[in-house]
């Protein structure tokens, strides 16, 4: 009943923003390549599906916003390189390509309570094979692994944060290729 009431709640706010014109993203740096911004959230198959937007992220919530061959854009904050993200908590982290992430690399899976359900793994420009001692490893936390490219690792991660569930991210800059 909850939910319907915030659909309810939501959708004159969806049908007005949805009318207006979205104003081009002014890039938040300037660097040789651009910010891009990530793709859209309204892109949805019906209205239904367009009333969970993430239009009123909670303060304390995450959302990657942009990214960049060297960084990304966090609630309105760049960071330069590797990054690591549990539920709603945000580090930097130590690997610079995909040969650099190891089971010490992801230690911390061994201590944290409650185990997110699922590790997206983010692997820069293009999807990559994962080495199987770590993917020996992550099983043995009790998580799942989904290994993507970087761009749809941070969307993933947002909807699913947003969603509530307990996620956590490994990813690795856009620009990163092998």
């Not at 916003?65 to 960071?79: E, I």
């Not at 944290?112 to 199987?132: H, N, S, T």
Request: a positive charge; charged letters at 20%; proline letters at 8%.
């Amino acid at each position: 009943m909850a939910v319907r009431q915030r659909a309810v709640t939501a959708l004159p706010k969806l049908i007005q923003s949805l009318r207006k014109e979205c104003p081009r993203p002014s890039p938040l740096i300037s660097a040789p390549n651009p910010a891009t911004a990530l793709p859209s959230l309204r892109r949805a198959f019906s209205l239904y599906d367009q009333i969970n937007l993430i239009d009123n992220v909670p303060e304390d919530q995450l959302r990657f916003q942009r990214y960049t061959d060297t960084g990304f854009t966090v609630n309105g904050v760049h960071y330069e390189g590797s990054l690591l993200c549990i539920g709603n908590l945000l580090m930097s982290w130590a690997p610079k390509s995909l040969s650099q992430i190891t089971p010490e690399s992801l230690s911390i899976f061994k201590i944290l309570r409650p185990v997110p359900e699922i590790l997206i793994l983010g692997c820069g420009k293009y999807i990559q094979p994962v080495d199987p001692e770590l993917r020996r490893f992550i099983r043995s936390t009790g998580m799942k692994l989904e290994a993507v490219d970087s761009r749809n690792a941070s969307s993933t991660y947002n909807i699913l944060n947003e969603e509530g569930r307990m996620v956590a991210l490994a990813v690795l800059p856009y620009g990163v290729s092998s």
